[in-house]
């Protein structure tokens, strides 16, 4: 999409999250300080930048679970908050899974707490993340749980899916299915999809979109297109602005 062709998306409301000038504190420490960015249907951005800048905290105020300090976010036209709940599918960086239960009674569970669970969808995704049915979730590897927690994000017809560090202790073979699971996800182009990951060599082919956060602030946000056409990989964009 061109940049007057975003724009008029945008100003038309059609833009999956636009996110303007939020700023977020914590006591006296600002985390975020100012961030904007915009993401349309059907992409996948990735947010990179080094530990401590803010990713998460970005990530928990464009699910509508926390408002920010000053600022916006609009979800396809929507603000974000608690009327949006229901459009967001959040991965959140440390596991939230209920450790007690076994993967299939968390899966019955899932499908009745959340409205737009797709139970064909679910089963689908069973088989292809081959997740250990039976298993109690305290005993799930890192690996099975991560891939239980992508696949409850997946299984709801949520339009903006966040995910936050999903691939963290997991393993090539497991990255490379969930990698697969998010694009087939998103290749009907109605869904967006922001990932917040270190593994920014592994992860640079999923992107369409990267916004490098650091110290509260957006460093660049950038189409991976056009840094393509410059013969620029993620990569190496990655080290120009953080100097690495
Ligand atoms: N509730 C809080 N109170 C005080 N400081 C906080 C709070 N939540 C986050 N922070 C601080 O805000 C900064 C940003 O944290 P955040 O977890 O959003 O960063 P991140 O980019 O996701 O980091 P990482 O890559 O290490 O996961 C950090 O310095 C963190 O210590």
Redesign the pocket.
Known sequence: MTRVAERYAEAAGEAAVVCRDVRFR??T?E?LSGVSLTVQPGEIAGVL??????????FRILSGIVPPDAGWVRLFGRPAGVGTLSDTALLP?RSRLPGWLTVREWLGFAARIYPDWDPDRAAELVDHLQVPLESRISTLSRGQDARLQMLTCLARRARVVLL??PFAGVDLVSRERIATSVVRELASGERACLI?T?DVRELEQLFDRIVL?DR?RVMTEESVEALRARGISVEQRYREVFGA
């Open positions: 914590a006591g420490k985390i930048g080094p530990n401590g800048a803010g990713k998460s905290t970005l960086d936050d560090e917040a270190h956060l509260g």
